[in-house]
């Protein structure tokens, strides 16, 4: 009889303890396009990515939509300059907890070589490459620009 009652009470903890630890894995939010004139060679993308994992996972790259390949950037600004560059990132590592935003003069998805002219409103399909998977799909508005890369 006891054990039966103890049985009935754990149940619930467990399932507690599950939904709330790694249900939502690497979360993305905010994911956006900026807007190019047709011919634009590249096109920059932003997101902010949340890792609500337990574990480490890695952004090793990002692939599908219609783009020859797309490559993790960072613009740096050099201050002696006052000139910005991009840097290529192999990959970004996200702690359990760990939130990283894409935005403009800083990280971006480099989308290269877009195959079709995106314009405002739409939206496109990009697959994020994540260690140890799964991988995560986000749907990325294009929106006008008033940004720079
Ligand atoms: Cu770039």
Request: proline fraction near 7%.
């Amino acid at each position: 009889m006891i054990h039966n009652l103890n049985l009935i009470g754990i149940i619930p903890l467990l399932t507690l303890l599950l939904s709330g630890c790694s249900d939502e894995g690497v979360t993305v939010d905010e994911a956006w396009i900026a807007e190019a004139p047709p011919n634009a060679n590249v096109l920059a993308g932003y997101m902010t990515l949340e890792n609500n994992d337990a574990q480490h996972r890695t952004l090793a790259g990002a692939t599908d939509g219609p783009f020859e390949r797309i490559e993790i950037h960072r613009t740096l600004h050099d201050p002696q300059t006052g000139l910005a560059r991009m840097l290529k990132e192999e990959q970004i590592t996200l702690a359990p907890g760990k939130r990283v935003v894409f935005q403009p003069g800083g990280y971006h998805l480099m989308l290269i070589h877009p195959q079709v002219a995106l314009k405002a409103g739409e939206t496109v399909p990009i697959t994020l490459v994540l260690f140890p998977g799964p991988n995560l799909k986000a749907e990325f508005l294009v929106r006008r620009n008033q940004s720079h890369l």
